[in-house]
């Protein structure tokens, strides 16, 4: 039998678990799938693109579990009361192919971007950065902000959105928040300057500059994390030719990534294999490094992971029948029959 989990659901494992320690598990189970890497069959998603959007598909497998996640990107849709992010995903059996989890993902793919974000910071941003400028303040602001604030020790957030109203919600959610100092901005450059980590997670799929050359430090990281698809760009060129760049799946993230601007010889460094002491991260205080980050398959193959084992210890979830259940693996016809009566009965 299939285990759905809900929005609800989520939103009670959080309240009983905590947000920071939901984040740090995603961290720790993101960093041990990164680790192993080669065990994985790995694709870029798969994308149909609209003039208004883009849906998504992004599978991967190892030899025990596959996943998929269904995910969408309209930033209109907040015109007509709906998220500019929705997904689920699923969790299936490798051996058998039976899906064992189906789970909402809108709520988690904030969580495990915010989770990946720190992931990559911890190895790539300075030893003592205690303070990031967070550009784009919409549905996943609130995520990142607390990530680094609890999971890395960032104590002072600068804000900065074109919409002003979404800084100041960002700002009444961080209010109580102990130890964490916020500063709303009128510009990008104001919120960046002397920052030690930046986060761009904005939503407008065009070919911006947000983050442009006269606004980088020595030692600064930047975690790019709204350029996400074709045509779709946070960070001027010039930003990565003074980088170092990391990047989770190199094939994805050279068709969807900032990195789409370069040529196809630009040299970037897969994350993972800073994990595993492959290839060295950050090289010096005085260097400047980004992480590409547009998100891949890998990252809600871990979080579909984590859902389900703390699903299975806090008792959440419901069974779904999903798969009909045969007494004769192959009468499905049978099957049919013998359940119509019970459906129409229910239905009466």
């Not at 967070?134 to 609890?150: D, K, P, R, T």
């Not at 994805?252 to 294999?273: H, N, S, Y």
């Amino acid at each position: 039998m299939t285990t759905l989990l809900t929005t609800h659901d989520i939103a009670r494992l959080v309240a009983m678990i905590g947000l920071p320690k939901v984040l740090k598990h995603m961290v720790e189970y993101i960093e041990a799938d990164f680790r192993r890497w080669p065990e994985f069959e790995k694709s870029p998603r798969h994308a149909v693109h609209s003039e208004v959007g883009v849906i998504e598909l992004m599978p991967i497998a190892d030899a025990r579990d596959y996943s998929f996640k269904y995910v969408n990107g309209h930033p209109k849709n907040t015109k007509e009361g709906l998220p500019t992010v929705m997904a689920f995903g699923v969790l299936a059996d490798v051996a058998t192919g039976t899906p064992t989890l189906l789970s909402e993902l809108t709520l988690t793919t904030a969580m495990r971007t915010a989770a990946t974000s720190v992931m990559a910071a911890k190895q790539l941003a300075r030893k003592n950065a205690r303070s990031m400028a967070l550009i784009g303040n919409g549905a996943q602001s609130e995520f990142q902000a607390l990530a680094f604030h609890h999971l890395l020790g960032i104590d002072e957030i600068r804000l900065f959105d074109v919409d002003p109203q979404a800084t100041a919600k960002l700002m009444a959610h961080l209010a109580h928040t102990p130890g964490l100092r916020v500063i709303a901005c009128s510009s990008t450059a104001q919120a960046v300057r002397g920052a030690d980590i930046v986060t761009t997670v904005t939503a407008d799929k065009t070919n911006a500059t947000i983050l442009t050359p006269e606004m980088l430090e020595p030692g600064m990281h930047i975690n790019g994390v709204g350029g996400d698809c074709p045509g779709k760009t946070e960070l001027h060129a010039e930003v990565l030719a003074r980088a170092s760049v990391f990047v989770e799946y190199e094939p994805q993230t050279r068709i969807e990534g900032d990195l789409q601007q370069m040529p196809a010889d630009f040299a970037v460094t897969e994350f993972w294999r800073v994990l595993t002491g492959a290839a060295a991260g950050r090289a010096s205080d005085s260097e400047i490094t980004v992480f590409d980050s547009v998100g891949f398959a890998l990252e809600d193959y871990s979080s579909l992971r984590l859902l389900r084992d703390l699903a299975q210890e806090l008792g959440l979830g419901a069974p779904v029948g999903l798969i009909p259940r045969l007494a004769d693996p192959k009468d499905l016809y049978g099957h049919l029959m013998a359940e119509a009566p019970v459906a129409l009965k229910r239905a009466a």
